[in-house]
């Protein structure tokens, strides 16, 4: 059965994102429940982002034909489930299960940034609509962190692995049908002669070096949320299963504004996108230890939908200014940078702040959103990269 590009990416981006729903959030309460220290948890996750950074870059780069993103999106898939398997074995031995996540975290993150390319690809090629698309990701992890948190909540966190392992196999499953029609590479005339530009000649340009590292601040300072949101809720005598709706909540909003986005914010100028999801953030992070019931986190969690899917859609939406060509290494080197190498650097501050003082950890988080701000360029402009030189044009 072949499936037509619109539903394939809706197979891909549910399974990925609803196995990365249940992962995100409960892995750490699954460490949790197998024994180990908060700063030991904060450290295991840190190292699993550096590895995270590592992947996204890594496999993007092998990347030379939009063909062969389908042969790497199902080797992903594949690899992530069988080393998911393994660390179910293995998650009561600190060294195994570290080579373990190190492992994972290397393979699964570049799922992220060639599904992104393969939709980008495809919106080029047959007009799809990437923020419909994109909202089926939100909407599995919101199925993934509620519907199966809740599963979790009933039958114990020391399953948490075993649960991430069969949904990553209905995902690789998934991944093995055929589209009917394959993902072809846009051919300019006047830039097929040119490769694609290097991460490096990517970072040459100073507007995507400022946007890379605004986004980095914004989505970095999420970290002590991903890493800490369960534990300092359960500590607050909130239950698993009220965390998992919590968490489904601020996903559900953010599927909400993914269903809107193209009407809302489709004529926006990007630079006022990106103001008013770093302010959203250092007000949430900044409010986050003084939110004490579930009427009070809700507002809190509800502004996911600018402090994390605002951002997200105004890099894609630079990224697919940009020649073709630029793509996959774009998309790579904002998942690494943004999505992981900040996340990483942020969760050890957050993993030493939180024994100290949880408070001053969201607070530290707050102040790194807003750091972001200076980085927005004030001028922004759209870079179409055909080569080491660029071409400039007014937004």
Same mark, same amino acid.
């Given at each position: ?209 400022? /946007?890379?590292?605004?986004?980095? +601040?914004?989505?970095? #300072?999420?970290? &002590?949320?991903?890493? @800490?949101? %369960? ?105 690494? /940078?943004?999505?992981?190498?900040? +996340?990483?650097?942020? #969760?050890?501050? &957050?993993?030493?702040? @939180?024994? %100290? ?39």
């Amino acid at each position: 059965m072949k499936l037509r590009p619109y539903p394939w990416l809706i197979l891909s981006f549910f399974g990925y994102f609803c196995s990365y729903g249940v992962f995100m959030p409960f892995f750490p309460a699954w460490l949790k429940s197998q024994a180990y220290a908060a700063e030991t948890i904060g450290f295991i996750m840190a190292s699993a982002y550096i590895f995270r950074f590592a992947g996204s870059m890594f496999f993007t780069r092998f990347i030379k034909a939009a063909p062969q993103l389908l042969t790497a999106l199902r080797g992903i898939a594949w690899g992530s489930c069988a080393i998911m398997v393994y660390m179910s074995f293995t998650v009561q031995n600190f060294w195994l299960l570290c080579a373990g996540l190190w492992l994972f975290s290397f393979v699964n993150s570049a799922g992220i940034p060639l599904s992104d390319t393969l939709a980008t690809t495809w919106q080029f090629q047959v007009k799809l609509d990437y923020g419909r698309v994109r909202l089926i990701g939100s909407l599995a992890f919101m199925i993934g962190v509620t519907v199966f948190g809740a599963f979790i909540g009933y039958i114990g966190e020391q399953y948490v692995g075993w649960v991430v392992t069969a949904l990553l196999f209905c995902y690789a499953s998934a991944q093995m049908l055929p589209p009917s029609i394959m993902p072809k590479d846009h051919h300019d005339p006047d830039t097929a002669h040119i490769a694609p530009p290097s991460l490096v000649e990517l970072l040459k340009n100073p507007i995507t070096t400022r /946007i890379i590292i605004a986004v980095a +601040l914004i989505q970095g #300072s999420h970290a &002590a949320y991903y890493v @800490y949101s %369960v534990i300092y809720w359960k500590h607050l005598g909130i239950p698993v299963e009220t965390t998992s709706v919590l968490w489904g909540l601020s996903v559900l909003a953010e599927v909400i504004f993914f269903f809107f986005v193209t009407k809302l914010f489709g004529k926006w100028q990007l630079r006022n996108l990106f103001y008013i999801s770093a302010i959203a953030t250092g007000i949430r992070w900044a409010l986050f230890p003084f939110a004490h019931t579930f009427a009070e986190i809700l507002p809190l969690q509800l502004m996911h939908c600018l402090t994390f899917a605002l951002n997200h859609y105004a890099i894609v939406r630079y990224i697919s200014y940009q020649s073709p060509k630029a793509f996959a290494n774009l998309q790579g080197l904002y998942n690494a /940078i943004a999505g992981c190498g900040s +996340l990483a650097i942020l #969760s050890i501050l &957050a993993g030493w702040l @939180y024994g %100290v003082s949880p408070t001053d950890t969201f607070l530290v988080m707050a102040a790194f959103a807003f750091l972001a701000i200076p980085f927005i360029p004030r001028k922004m402009k759209t870079i179409a990269v055909t080569s080491v030189d660029t071409v400039i044009t007014e937004e």
